[in-house]
């Protein structure tokens, strides 16, 4: 199945899913290993491997936004409280600002710093801003309270998964996992 369907996510929306997760979770790790590691050539491939998978996760997120504008959403269960209902939207909306606004001041990050960059090492990332310390500070802080955040997030995000799995027993994560989608 292609297209989602108001029972089950189709697969590209999961498929988009479940490679940007892997993808975050790398960034995570990235992230925190360039920042960490000792002045090296190694250090060096780090950031190229975390602003590169960046850039990919900023493309990836702007296929699924428009994947999912295109396309129906899953409905929610029956008698699913109105509270539920709101938070699901607002999380998932907070999902995808913060998506698109980590590697965009990931970006500003690297014009501000003036620093020559290659995407995978392949072709250059053009500057969407001047060189100035001042800003590169500011978009560094900012970018790890969107790191955090994030974090955030994706913690609720997941144990509101599981929640519904374990304990509500609807289809809620059966239907953006791979195969069928929904629980027999």
Known sequence: MLRNTRESWGAPAKLLHWTMAALV?????????AASWRLSPTKL?????????GILLLALVTVRIVWRL????PALPAGLPRWERAAARASHLLLYLLLVAMPLTGWIINSTANIPFR??????LPDITAPDKALEELAKKVHLGLFIALALTLTVHIGAALRHHFVKHNDILARMLPGKGRRA
């Open 70 to 73: 295109l396309n129906p959403t």
């Open 45 to 53: 491939n780090l950031f190229v491997w975390h602003k590169s998978t």
């Open 25 to 33: 979770f790398a960034q995570f790790a990235l992230g925190w290993l």
């Open 119 to 124: 995407v995978f090492w392949l072709f250059p």
